[in-house]
């Protein structure tokens, strides 16, 4: 039995080249683009030719329908330097995936044509899904309860 996802360690600086190629074979759907803070496990091992594990790791899901195919691309993003190239111009329905990514992580998206927050409020300071994103509380008040 065949493993039913192709899984590719793609450099950072191939990354956007690389994503064009597949479009072009007929990876025309990016079904999910998200990330992953790989904080606690800087010395996790990857495949041999992939790039040095990095702190964050953007992963970027692709459909080609027309022969049932899924493939699966995953991005070592460096913490000092966390940018990417926008996919917009080659999936346009990245646009809102790209932000949650830049919203809850930080990483940014260069050429992206709305990079601002899109779950959390404007003001808001710092990345919540970030490993070493302080956990605070909000106090609930109910109605009718006692302060």
Known sequence: MSDPQDVRHVARDE??????ALADEGYAMCIDLTAVDYLE?????????????????????LL???NRRRLRLRVQVP??????PTLFDVHPGTEAMEREVFDMF????SDHPDLTRILMPEDWVGH????????GRI???FKGADA
């Open 128 to 135: 919540p899904l970030r490993k070493d994103y302080e956990i």
């Open 139 to 141: 106090p609930v008040q």
């Open 15 to 20: 990354y956007l080249a690389t994503v064009k």
């Open 106 to 109: 930080g990483i940014e998206f």
């Open 64 to 66: 080609d329908l027309g």
């Open 41 to 61: 496990l800087p010395q996790r091992q990857l495949p041999e030719g992939a790039e040095p594990a990095q702190r964050f790791e953007v992963v970027v899901n």
């Open 79 to 84: 913490e000092d330097d966390a940018t990417l």
